[in-house]
């Protein structure tokens, strides 16, 4: 550990700035090719880190200032940026079937995979709940939505 402190402490004034630019623009590179938040932090840190160097702190100072803010701002910003950047989930009026009533139109068979019945004055393709088949004009519920397929059941 003695070499590695040597060999940072006897690195040109220059090349330490040279080190935690270079630092910065990968991790800004990192940050806009994945676009995921996962180096954000770290550009923070580096940037810290080279205002230290050009203050002439000692390397391990400023390996401890990047450490540090790096840290705080992960704890810090990673779960306000999460909440900013949410994709919030539409609701579509098709949830709103589920629990109607509705009228089988050709029968319902899970085997041949076929079936057709009608739920709020709309033509749908129909899967048994249960695997049990259902004749044309029988009363339906409509227990979930599977895409374009209504999953029903018999009246209770």
């Known amino acids: 550990m003695d070499s590695i402190t040597q060999f940072f402490n006897d690195m040109p004034y220059v090349s330490l700035l040279i080190f935690w630019a270079s630092l910065v623009l990968f991790f800004m590179i990192v940050e806009a090719a994945t676009a995921a938040l996962v180096s ?32 705080i701002a992960f704890l810090l910003l990673r779960p306000m940026m999460i909440r900013s950047f949410r994709i919030k989930e539409t609701t579509t009026n098709v949830d709103s079937i589920v629990g109607m009533n509705g009228i089988v139109l050709e029968e319902i068979d899970n085997l041949r995979t076929a079936g057709r019945v009608k739920v709020n004055g709309m033509n749908w393709s129909a899967k048994s709940a249960t695997g049990e088949n259902f004749a044309p004009e029988q009363i339906i519920v409509v227990k979930e939505v599977q895409g374009v397929t209504l999953i029903v059941d018999k009246i209770d």
């Open 40 to 71: 954000l932090w770290f550009i923070l840190g580096g940037a810290v880190a080279f205002i230290a160097a050009l203050c002439g702190a000692s390397f391990w100072i400023q390996v401890i200032l990047f450490t540090v803010v790096s840290a």
